[in-house]
């Protein structure tokens, strides 16, 4: 993967594996899910409201730009989460499927 961001110091912090859409990515100890995602990957997510690609607006928890989920169902903002070792997380929201009405 390519990312948005290209870090170009505080290399030498431990390393923390975690995957983001079943793509396992390095980051640093010590990065936000926000940085570590922009570091590996284009976007952060999809709009739930057209096809634009979103990667994050306020940087601080403020906006709802950076929500991402965990692989099991739970929310997150990127921006002010922490990485963690063996992180899983999806970037399309699991409960984004909308029910087929149609009889």
Known sequence: MSGRFIRVGETARARVELTIDGV???????????T?????????????FGDEKRAGF?????????WVWTADGGRLRACTTVVEPGMRVVTTQPEAQWANLAS
């Open 24 to 34: 396992t990515v390095d980051a640093l100890a010590g990065d936000t899910l926000l």
């Open 58 to 66: 306020c940087l601080m928890g403020a906006c709802q730009d950076c």
């Open 36 to 48: 570590a995602m922009l570091c590996s990957v284009r976007q952060v997510r999809q709009s739930e």
